[in-house]
């Protein structure tokens, strides 16, 4: 596609459940990152791919977080049980390759733990 | 753990008046990046400063690297309501664990009144 999506764009969810957050990166793009975004605030990294693999998921904020990639594209955020402090607008970005400055954001998912 | 601290957090100016917003670390970053980002959407890649005391240009929108490559700063001449965004600054990193990875200051909500 032209550009980076992400879906759901908006997810209502009760506390201890699981969800699932989809990014479509751009074609060709090797490199994937997640973010976490509070409200009006910066960025927190979560974690990246290189092609599937996932060599740091240091920024991961619990075990209850995983995330995986396949086929060098479409990647899945999954947050198990979820909690009412997880609730942010999650970004996904993908870039050329890892280490290539310039990074391509989606529109995010606004996630809302209730 | 790289930080970038971004100030100020909010900026309400009139139409016609210059501002300008800072991120300073005191970690080396291999680049500086400056995002500009509307509600609903992912950030949007605006400049990136890579050498030391490098200082680029875009319309009304100036943007410096410190010498040291640790601090940056946007100044933004007669503001327009158009200007209204939150900006993000993200630093590449320069090695280590830390390189290829963006580490963004807490952001800027900038509001410009007619």
């Known amino acids: 596609g032209a550009g980076v999506s992400q879906s759901p764009s908006n997810k209502v969810t009760e506390k201890g459940k699981d969800v699932e957050l989809r990014c479509d990166p751009i074609?060709?793009?090797?490199?994937l990152y997640w973010y976490r975004q509070s409200l009006g605030q910066g960025l927190e990294f979560l974690i990246y791919?290189?092609?599937?693999?996932?060599?740091?998921k240091s920024g991961l904020p619990s075990d209850r977080f995983s995330a995986e990639r396949t086929g060098g594209s479409v990647s899945t955020l999954t947050i198990q049980r979820t909690q009412q402090e997880d609730s942010a607008v999650y970004l996904c970005?993908?870039?050329?390759?890892?280490?290539?400055?310039?990074?391509?954001f989606g529109p995010g998912t606004r996630l809302t733990v209730l | 753990t790289q930080l970038l601290e971004q100030s100020p957090q909010f900026l309400s100016i009139q139409e016609g008046e210059n501002l300008t917003v800072y991120c300073n670390s005191s970690?080396?970053?291999?680049?500086l990046q400056w995002y500009r980002q509307e509600p609903g959407e992912g950030p949007v890649l605006l400049v990136t400063?890579?050498?030391?005391?490098e200082v680029k240009k875009l319309k009304r929108l100036t943007f410096q690297f410190g010498d040291a490559r640790k601090d940056s700063s946007l100044h933004i001449t007669a503001a327009q309501p158009g200007d209204t965004g939150l900006y993000l600054c993200?630093?590449?990193?320069?090695?280590?664990?830390?390189?290829?990875?963006?580490?963004f200051g807490q952001g800027t909500i900038l509001t410009v009144h007619p």
């Open positions: 970005a993908s870039s050329l390759d890892f280490g290539r400055p310039q990074q391509f």
């Open positions: 074609s060709g793009h090797t490199a």
């Open positions: 791919f290189q092609g599937n693999s996932a060599p740091d």
């Open positions: 970690s080396v970053f291999s680049s």
């Open positions: 400063v890579v050498t030391g005391g």
């Open positions: 993200a630093g590449e990193g320069a090695g280590g664990t830390s390189y290829g990875k963006l580490t």
